[in-house]
């Protein structure tokens, strides 16, 4: 059985590789296009398609879901307003150029 030093002692390990592991990115914005784009940042992973495919439609992105971010509810209306941000904030955080975008609208998530 571990006691409680050495689960705090594994923490900070744990903690202390996270940090190396992220030393050189500083900004948010690098980050994102670490996760999103290829090693060379010129494409979006495929796997990252399919994430955005699914956030587009949870964050009424598509063109389709448009209607649907409305409401006469204003807390259902700011949650889905704030659902929305989050999609924009990745997409200009990963720069991508009109066609990128426009393809993403198109992908089918799978579901």
């Not at 992973?45 to 964050?59: K, N, Y």
Request: hydrophobic fraction near 40%; charge should be positive; include cysteine.
């Amino acid at each position: 059985m571990i006691g409680k030093n050495e689960r705090r002692i594994q923490a900070v390990h744990i903690a202390r590789n996270f940090k190396q592991l992220f030393a050189g990115w500083r900004s948010p914005v690098s980050l994102w296009r670490r996760v999103f784009l290829t090693d060379d940042e010129e494409r979006l992973r495929v796997s990252a398609e399919r994430v955005l495919a699914d956030l587009r439609d949870f964050c009424f992105a598509h063109p389709n879901n448009r209607r649907l971010l409305f409401s006469q509810d204003p807390l259902v209306m700011a949650r889905r307003l704030g659902r929305r941000e989050v999609f924009d904030r990745i997409i200009t955080y990963l720069n991508l150029d009109e066609a990128e975008v426009q393809k993403l609208m198109e992908i089918d998530d799978g579901n």
